[in-house]
């Protein structure tokens, strides 16, 4: 399991998952994972679509932590918009529309070396 650090405007289910109560969908709500990658070690995270219509951000960044959340943070990503369109994230911008998503879709971003 995950373990989430740097809680800000959501809280983990009982299977790990973050979950955002405000209703709006603003990149400010999100958290970290403890888990880091050293220099030169290869890694991936991973995200299962559970929920269409929502916008979602994740990826990888660099350190160090943010005190808060934003779509500039994010060096690697992918943003699923609210029209369920999967876009690439390359430092902080949503650079390229790749695909649409439904749920139970996988998608996942890497890192080598």
């Known amino acids: 399991m995950i373990n989430w650090i740097n809680l800000d405007g959501v809280s983990i289910d009982t299977n790990g998952i973050l979950v955002n109560a405000h209703a709006d969908s603003s990149y400010a709500y999100g958290a970290e994972s403890q888990n880091i990658l050293k220099d030169n070690e290869d890694g991936w995270v991973s995200y299962e679509v559970n929920q269409?219509?929502?916008?979602?951000?994740f990826g990888l960044k660099k350190l160090p932590y943010?005190?808060?959340?934003?779509?500039?943070?994010?060096?690697?990503?992918?943003k699923i918009n609210y029209r369920n369109q999967l876009y690439r994230v390359k430092k902080g911008y949503s650079d390229l529309l790749i695909d649409t998503v439904a749920t139970g879709d996988f998608i996942k971003v890497g890192r080598t070396g």
Not at 52 to 57: A, D, E, I, N, S
């Open 52 to 57: 269409t219509g929502k916008t979602r951000l």
């Open 66 to 78: 943010d005190a808060s959340f934003s779509a500039s943070s994010l060096g690697y990503g992918f």
